[in-house]
């Protein structure tokens, strides 16, 4: 059995690529930029997250969504919630339900009475040396609780382009995908239980090599396979022993590579953390086994029934 082939048709079916849903989601996208437009603002815009790192699944048990960047400039207000306000109160009425977040404001789109797209505006101010700050901090946050924190998003996004080159590059961004199908097949969406998708990306900056034959020239010459479980056998190893909420516990820590620097696994808790290292564990059983049979039956358990039998 041609077990790259196998993941090659998996990856098929998990990319969110120029589908019927990505257009959507660029037409929600600009209408809501629109409606920003439309109500007076003034700023500047940008992808960011999985759509623009090219790392974006299908969804599974949410609902699709896409990161967009507002820029302002000029005179920064002291209160960062004053900026989030004033993009609150523009999309306010735009949809049915507006949810203002810790990091961004939400603009989620519903269709019988389920929620289908979100558009997550992050709000930043950028000075004139070019830096940017992020509006942190939910409604009514006072104190420690709200503040503007040095961000480079777009430092990050090239960070993820310029890791690795052609082939190699495709692979990189292949695997991140598999694990976050995985992750949303085992982990709920609710919560914090979750590795989430950019904390896989980043430890993936690190701790993925690509796996290949001699002389690759097409996707078909790598093995997937060989390349997720390295890079799963790494995220394991890499978990060490931390002082997190007053404890000594084993976590897996993965920095950002560019400001802030914070641990991107940091809101998980040490009971979280732990469950998600055993997970890893049985994911890296079902890839020795997969390897050792050359059949699918462990990868179909691990990665869902998207995964070809």
């Known amino acids: 059995m041609n077990l790259q082939s196998k993941f090659l048709t998996f990856h098929k079916a998990v990319l969110l690529s120029n589908t019927d849903e990505n257009a959507i989601l660029r037409e929600k996208r600009d209408a809501v930029l629109q409606r920003l437009r439309d109500r007076g603002l003034r700023f500047a815009s940008f992808n960011q997250g999985s759509y623009s790192m090219g790392t974006g699944v299908q969804p599974v048990k949410a609902d699709y969504d896409i990161d967009v960047g507002i820029v302002f400039t000029g005179v920064r207000p002291d209160d960062p919630l004053a900026a989030k306000r004033k993009v609150r109160d523009a999309v306010e009425g735009h949809t049915t339900r507006i949810e203002w977040l810790r990091h961004c404001i939400r603009v989620q789109y519903i269709k019988a009475h389920e929620p289908v797209y979100h558009v997550d505006l992050a709000v930043y101010w950028e000075d004139e040396w070019s830096r940017l700050v992020l509006a942190v901090g939910k409604e ?142 049985a994911l890296s059983d079902a890839l020795q086994d997969a390897q050792r049979t050359q059949t699918t039956q462990a990868l179909v358990r691990a990665f869902g029934a998207d995964f070809p039998r």
């Open 140 to 281: 009514g946050s006072s104190g420690p609780h709200k503040y503007w924190e040095p961000a480079d998003p777009k430092g990050f996004l090239d960070r993820v382009a310029r890791h690795g080159s052609g082939e190699s590059a495709a692979q990189f961004r292949r695997v991140v995908r598999y694990l976050k199908r995985w992750k949303d097949v085992h982990f709920p969406v609710e919560g914090n239980a979750a590795p989430i998708g950019v904390g896989l990306t980043v430890a993936g900056l690190s701790r993925f090599q690509p796996v290949c034959g001699f002389a690759p020239r097409t996707e078909a010459d790598y093995d997937d396979l060989a390349a997720t479980r390295a890079f799963v056998d790494n995220m394991r190893s890499g978990f060490q022993y931390v002082s997190h909420d007053g404890e000594l516990a084993q976590r897996l820590v993965a920095a950002f590579p560019v400001q802030p620097h914070k641990d991107v696994f940091r809101k998980m808790t040490n009971q979280q953390m732990q469950e998600f290292r055993a997970r890893l564990g």
